[in-house]
């Protein structure tokens, strides 16, 4: 029993020690993830929990009709690899559609997908 | 209650007991299943739970006492393709009855191979295929662990339901798990000698196969925030997976055909690199147990810990 509580503890311990090892789950968005927003927002950006390889990370925006809106390349913020953002055209009031798919700095690999409305 | 009975009721409770082997997190599009404590879920990962801990009460009858078991077991599961996974379990086991010496040892290991057969990420469902082996022989006959070998071939499955088009109902997922555990050896003859009529006598227990089936209901706080909502959940609370586990096993021979097996409630929190689990352990019958029992587990995803070592498959590509 003591054997199985130190290890437990050693395996613990070694967790509490920042660590980049990990899948990138989102944390947060803005626009706010199911949110109704006005005005039109410029950009769309996630922030995750992991840092993200920027050549294999990305986000599209669509409309509900399944049109991309967003515009350029998606990029991982060069101040903190934990943002990644993309820019979108002028949003008309509508429901649109994020999709994203990241690596983290590990290797692996998440996607997702929610939305948001412009009033 | 004859000793026999005894042993035949703490038999039953340490078989439910060990079903709390269960590993593999996983994700299919955009949902994360967590590893479930009583069901083993769909998943093949490297994993590590250690330990798990289960205590529940067995209801006396007769002259003998009601019992306390505790369990502490560790399982490690390890990749072996991306789809292929063999895992190892061992449990040990105290057995305390009211107002007497408590019992305790190692009880038999347990060695699984878990295919995953189909991986739809749109659909956000998974099946896989596997076979679990207690080694008979293993653990220790005090605390009843079996004499000969047994194997349970089992099907598992995953659905969320993020594709369903009700908001409050996207977050939940669906896992379970039927199997038929089937011992090596039909029967165990054992002799002893009665002092009072100066004779030999002989005792037959059967081994009947036993239908093996369980599922989980699982509310993702995670998905909820991530793909439908944001409600603004802050810590742990984010991070939080309400489930319902629920693990009978069903006699298929035999006198006795009632099931047995219990409703867990309770939590999961899953981190980015470990989750902790606490349930309560809910007997659905007299059979089953009495009161409520506890269910807790640490549990590390080593496919995250040690993502370029022991945390990946042997062969192929990381997931």
Same mark, same amino acid.
């Given at each position: 029993m003591k054997a199985v509580i130190g290890i437990v503890t050693a395996l613990a311990l070694s967790l509490v020690a920042p660590s980049a090892w990990a899948h990138a789950s989102l944390q947060r968005a803005e626009p706010k993830v199911g949110s109704e927003v006005s005005p039109p927002p410029q950009k769309v950006q996630l922030w995750f929990t992991e840092a993200l390889e920027p050549a294999l990370s990305k986000i599209e925006v669509k409309t509900?009709?399944?049109?991309?809106v967003s515009t350029g390349q998606s990029d991982v913020a060069s101040d903190d690899r934990h943002r990644l953002q993309v820019g979108v055209g002028s949003l008309p009031p509508g429901l649109y559609r994020v999709e994203w798919s990241v690596v983290s700095v590990d290797g692996h690999k998440t996607s997702g997908n929610f939305t948001f409305t412009v009033k | 209650m004859s000793r026999s009975l005894f042993v035949a009721g703490a038999a039953g409770l340490s078989a439910l007991l060990c079903a709390a082997g269960a590993l593999a997190h996983g994700t299919a599009g955009n949902r994360f299943f967590v590893a479930s404590m009583l069901v083993e879920d769909p998943f093949v990962a490297d994993e590590l739970a250690l330990p798990t801990i289960s205590s529940m009460r067995e209801r006396g009858g007769g002259d003998e006492p009601g019992s306390r078991e505790t369990e502490i077991s560790v399982e490690w599961a390890k990749t072996i393709t991306p789809s292929f996974a063999i895992s190892f379990e061992q449990a040990y086991s105290i057995v305390k009855p009211k107002g007497e010496k408590s019992v305790r040892g190692f009880g038999n290991l347990e060695v699984g191979f878990k295919y995953q057969v189909v991986k739809d990420p749109a659909a956000e469902f998974v099946l896989s295929f596997g076979v679990g082996f207690e080694v008979g022989g293993w653990g220790n006959k005090r605390v009843e662990a079996d004499s000969f070998w047994s194997a349970a071939p089992t099907v598992y499955f995953g659905k969320g339901?993020? %594709?369903? #088009?009700v908001d409050f109902l996207r977050p939940l997922a669906i896992t379970g798990a039927v199997g038929v555990n089937v011992p090596f050896k039909k029967r165990t003859s054992t002799t002893t000698f009665n002092p009072d009529k100066m004779e030999f006598e002989t005792e037959v227990e059967r081994h009947y196969k036993t239908l093996q089936w369980g599922m989980t209901l699982q509310y993702s706080l995670p998905y909820l925030q991530a793909?439908?909502? %944001?409600? #603004?959940?802050?810590a742990p609370f984010e991070r939080l997976v309400p489930i319902v586990e629920m693990a009978f096993e069903t006699p298929l021979g035999g006198p006795n055909r009632k099931t047995t097996g219990t409703i867990n409630p309770g939590f999961i929190w899953t981190g980015e690199q470990i989750q902790l689990g606490l349930e309560a352990q809910i007997p659905i019958n007299r059979e089953s147990g009495k009161g409520v029992g506890v269910l807790m587990q640490v549990h590390f995803y080593l496919d995250d810990i040690f993502p370029n070592s022991i945390g990946k498959p042997i062969f192929g590509a990381a997931k």
């Open positions: 509900a009709a399944g049109k991309l | 339901l993020g %594709d369903v #088009g793909n439908v909502r %944001d409600i #603004g959940l802050g």
